[in-house]
């Protein structure tokens, strides 16, 4: 099976830096890019939580209605993901070929009427899809882009959302700060029939032997395979969890399985009342020849996403307003975006 790494938004270890990781008391470094050395500043800001040995050469994914039995969805639940859950495609990227990604509706913190209902008027994704990572400009045809979910409906985005990023900044580009790889987009229209999902509370972050389900479109390796018909749904372990500094993200490391495709997935928890909340969503993934291995930190085999912590609160309520973040420095020369072209 093609098991990928996807690596999000924080804390990948360096390749110029020669680092064993101990059984205890681990901080994630990161390369300081004014004197090429490993540090770490971000000591105060993390805690650390040991993984136990997850193996990934299983390929886990299926689509929904054939994994009812370990997602566990209710009827109303499957409905959502496939009303709220889906593809966004740009025919303007990959060269032109065109590229796809994974997304989601989500509901903002305190935006449900006392009645439970929430506006399907914006969705969640990651935000390499619309940068050339060659040019760093926005993909031609930036218009054009669209949400579809697999109940038939096509939503337009709201360009002025996707203008919020900055493809010349380092701090706003995706493909050179991995931290501001997310992105809240308004609607055109809402999507009928979508009880978005809700944005996880800190108490519902996953920590490590946390499940969670990963919910994704059809993922590149498997055309031709499924029909897309209907979202992948398979559940997966938290392996590592790492908490956010204020205004930048959370991150966890898991054992999920991830192809091209598959970015901008969501990672969903449970919360307290058993509804299902988003906790972080896919973004990156690394080599090809990793698949089917077994999950081994020490060959960045494993997934990351980046949790929903309080900066994304704040960009689920105000799309396209991403917070101000530091440019990432981490190496991920060795790694790429997960985003499928067509």
Known sequence: MKVQIFIQIAVMLSATCTFALPVTNITPPVEDTQS???SRDYQDSYRDLIHHTSFMGKDDRKVLSKNLEVVKFSAAEQEQALRCSGEIFCPG??????SQQSGGSICPVGARSSGGHCSADRIATVAHLFVDRKTNRFIPKLETCEFRNYRGHVSKLEIKDLKSIDPTVDSKNPHKNMRSDKIVIHLKKPIPGC????IADASDVPERTTEVI??????????????GSEPQAYACNVTRSFAAKEGSAGIFYSDCDVNPGGSGGFALVRKKDNRLSLAGMFIRIGAMELNGQAYDESKKNYTIAVGTNADFVRMAANPGKQPDTAPSRIDASNLRPASSGK
């Open 195 to 198: 009880d978005p999902y809700d």
């Open 93 to 98: 990227g990959n060269d032109g070929l065109g």
């Open 214 to 227: 990963a919910l994704t479109n059809t993922q590149e390796d498997q055309a031709g395979t499924v029909d």
């Open 36 to 38: 090429g050395e490993c």
